[in-house]
């Protein structure tokens, strides 16, 4: 089955230092990623995706991700976190299945706590 | 360019009863989503809708969920009668045509049911 593992429920950082949040997938043939946002009371936002080219993805807000095909993983990274950036983060694979179409499958989300 | 919305951002009501959420999609915008997360949990795909026509409903959880996009715009998620097990948060999505582009996500409805 499709599947997307987000290990960790919650990740704890420092402000200024590094964030890794992490995300492995399990789907058939070439994976189409996408990591989103959550804030408060809003909706998810988009922040980056990874179809093809370039394993190293750069989004929104200094975000980036890191897709790795023997590892089956899509990391998001930070080099230097900030408090705003506590948020609720969610992985996210097309279904391959979804006849060209992009139904998303969903990690159960990380929530991130940037201290100052 | 307004975003997604979606009407109520809460509701809550008792089983039994009948709930209706909307969603109005980025104008101009074909591919419509839905999506719901039970207790902090993934978010699961319910349906989707490519203009008014459904494409893909595989994810409703059972027949007392109905989905409608009348003429291709706005949508509605019925849930009729709503049972506990029902609670979550529905989010809506929509997107352009082209397969590999990113949804843009409402708000949510925070819906409860007692």
């Known amino acids: 089955a499709q599947s997307v593992a987000q290990p960790e429920d919650q990740v704890n950082v420092a402000e200024g230092n590094p964030l890794t949040v992490k995300c492995t997938y399990s789907v058939s043939g070439n994976p189409y990623l996408f990591w989103y946002v959550q804030y408060p009371n809003r909706g998810l936002q988009f922040l980056l995706k990874?179809?093809?080219?370039?394993?190293l993805v750069k989004g929104s807000y200094g975000f980036e991700a890191e897709f790795n095909k023997s590892q089956t993983s899509f990391h998001l990274k930070k080099p230097s976190a900030l408090v705003s950036d506590s948020a609720l983060y969610f992985c996210?694979?097309?279904?391959?299945?979804?006849?060209?179409?992009?139904?998303?499958?969903f990690g159960a989300g990380t929530r991130l706590a940037v201290h100052p | 360019e307004a975003g997604v919305t979606q009407f109520p951002s809460h509701s809550v009501i008792e089983k039994g009863q009948t709930v209706t959420l909307r969603c109005d999609p980025i104008s101009g915008h074909d591919n419509l989503y839905w999506y719901r997360r039970v207790m902090g949990k993934e978010i699961k795909f319910l349906l989707h809708f490519v203009k008014e026509s459904k494409q893909d409903e595989s994810g409703m959880p059972n027949n007392r969920f109905l989905a409608e996009r009348t003429g291709g715009t706005y949508s509605t998620l019925k849930v009729q009668p709503a049972e506990l097990e029902d609670s979550g948060v529905y989010f809506c999505?929509?997107?352009?045509?082209?397969?590999?582009?990113?949804?843009?996500f409402g708000p949510g409805t925070r819906l409860t049911v007692l």
């Open positions: 999505a929509s997107s352009q045509v082209t397969a590999v582009n990113e949804q843009f």
């Open positions: 990874y179809i093809t080219g370039d394993n």
């Open positions: 996210a694979v097309r279904d391959p299945f979804s006849g060209g179409y992009n139904k998303l499958i």
